[in-house]
């Protein structure tokens, strides 16, 4: 046996009945005497991996034998916190236990022990092992497009290029902050460094490992899944980069190897780095849809990413987002509020940014203060999110979770004020159509906004001095080729979250409503 392994699996007599070899077995990283029987124990393109990790994926264990070659079979023995690899080639196998002889081996920043196995291959029960086949096959097909080759005669070790990984955001329906990638990346490895920009309209990151192992694993395991279901697509590249040079701790970047750096101003980190050249690589590979990343989303359930249950805790409990069908509530607490300023109409147009707002509720008894209704608890996260603290009709407005479960009404001829307003049929929603090019243009409050919807005979004189007459001051505009879109930028984010209040679906006649919303592109 492999060290004390037994298989605990029943298998035919032309199947493998269990795994055997020297009593004294050779480890890639053991003691100094078992290293001295090296002879004794012949190499095998099988390896035996222990000290796993509970609940490893097969793509982490994978990952330590995709830089020496092609990997032709795993099993998984998960009670045991173990498991049987076999490489193409028996040298493939060799250089990787030479290799991993002077590097740990580490799963999850966890060391692991690697020996050869006397089984000269693998045989799995494929109705058994139907998963790791399927993580197996997809693996292969990103090898067949030009993985280091496990041919003895041309087999060249080729390590992780960099500890960087560069993370794109497809699809962003839902907030990814930078607190959620640190949760979700940590699984594979120390995370010790993240810049968060947008570059291109994408929200982009640029993440650093301890070890260019770990990001090999990050990569290899998450590229093309989901954060979120159906949404938020992971897309993963190695970056050029060697070492991030973060400047401050805030919400768009973060040292955690430097807890003493200044907060500063995340705007001017955001800057410097979304100037950042994209990185070479074969990200649009992975992004097609054909290769690697559709196959492992179907071997992995097509759903969200595993990681994640403890990252939208995180994110949840910081006020950020949450998962679809988590239970929080879909009615949120807006107060310190400009009584004189505000309807349950402008509430309803303002966190409609964010989610299908149903119901406004304007407090009786403290006008400052409104519920307000959205379609679901992620809906809501989104608009608390991004409208927390911001400035409106010039008072800090405060957003938060409310314990109400539904806006209720109220009784027919009771609203004399008509504080309360159901929103629940109205045409103005923006997200009600599945796969709405709404759901990929959500953007916190800035002072730009981008116009669309506009009527052929509307000039940019007619929209600066619609703009102005609301009681702003237009900086700059600039018209689309189509000139059925612009952008138009206010002196504020205060000013434009006032325009958008009030601008937005209005008539410029012949049925033409104009759309605004947030950009955040400047002009």
């Known amino acids: ?37 090296l002879d004794e124990s012949p190499p095998s393109r099988v390896l035996h991996i222990r000290k796993l990790p509970n609940e490893v994926s097969e793509t982490e264990v994978i990952a330590l034998g995709l830089p020496f070659g092609k990997v032709t079979n795993i099993l998984m023995l998960k009670g045991k916190n173990q498991a049987f690899l076999e490489l193409g080639t028996e040298e493939a196998a060799i250089t990787m236990v030479n290799y991993y002889a002077a590097v740990t081996p580490q799963v999850r920043n966890t060391p692991v022990f690697i020996q050869y196995s006397n089984h000269k291959e693998l045989k799995t029960d494929s109705a058994l092992n139907q998963r790791a086949q399927a ?56 995370v010790m460094k993240i810049i968060t920009f947008t570059k291109n309209n994408q929200f982009q990151a640029l993440l650093q490992f301890s070890d260019p192992v770990n990001a090999q694993q990050a990569k290899l395991s998450l590229d093309g899944q989901n954060i979120y279901n159906s949404c938020c697509t992971l897309r993963i590249d190695f970056s050029k980069l060697v070492n991030l040079n973060v400047k401050y701790n805030n919400d768009k970047s973060r040292d955690y190897t430097r807890p003493d750096l200044p907060t500063g101003d ?117 608009a608390m999110s991004h409208l927390n603290g911001q400035k409106v009709f010039g008072k800090v407005m405060r957003v938060t979770l409310s314990k109400h479960q539904t806006v209720a009404l109220p009784r027919e001829g009771l609203d004399d004020q008509l504080l309360t307003k159901d929103f629940s049929g109205s045409p103005l929603h923006r997200f009600k159509k599945p796969g709405s ?37 237009v900086k700059a505009f600039k018209f689309f080729q189509d000139r059925k879109m612009a952008l138009i930028q206010m002196t504020s984010a205060e000013e434009a979250i006032q325009t958008l209040m009030e601008l937005h679906n209005y008539d410029m006649g012949g049925n033409h409503h104009l759309k605004v919303s947030f950009s955040k592109s400047t002009i």
């Open 1 to 37: 046996m492999d060290g004390d392994v037994a298989v605990g699996v029943k298998r035919g007599s032309d199947e493998l009945t269990m795994y055997s070899s020297s009593p004294t077995p050779v480890t890639a990283n053991g003691s100094d005497s078992k290293k001295q029987r």
């Open 266 to 382: 995340g705007e001017s980190v955001n800057k410097d780095h979304s100037l950042l050249g994209t990185p070479s690589g074969a990200l649009a590979s992975y992004s097609s849809g054909g290769g690697y990343s559709s196959s492992l989303s179907l071997s992995q359930g097509g759903g969200a990413i595993s990681p994640l249950s403890a990252a939208a805790a995180a994110a949840a409990a910081a006020g950020r987002v949450a998962l679809s069908g988590s239970g929080v509530s879909g009615v949120l607490l807006a107060s310190n509020l400009n009584e004189e300023m505000v309807t349950p109409q402008s509430i309803f147009t303002l966190f409609g940014v964010y989610g299908d707002v149903q119901r406004v509720k304007i407090l009786y008894n403290k006008k400052d203060s409104a519920l307000i209704q959205l379609s679901d608890g992620n809906q809501a996260q989104l």
């Open 135 to 190: 993580v197996l096959q997809a693996v292969s097909a990103v090898q067949d497009g030009g993985s280091p080759s496990s041919d003895p005669g041309v087999l060249d070790l080729v390590p992780p290029p960099s500890p960087v990984l560069r993370i794109i955001i497809d699809n962003m329906f839902y907030p990814v902050t930078l607190d959620v990638l640190q949760q979700i990346f940590s699984k594979f490895g120390t």
């Open 437 to 473: 090019k709404n759901f990929q243009n959500i953007f916190p409050p800035s002072a730009t906004l981008h116009l669309s919807n506009v009527r052929d005979a509307v000039g940019e004189d007619d929209l600066r001095l619609l703009f102005s007459n609301s009681g702003g001051t």
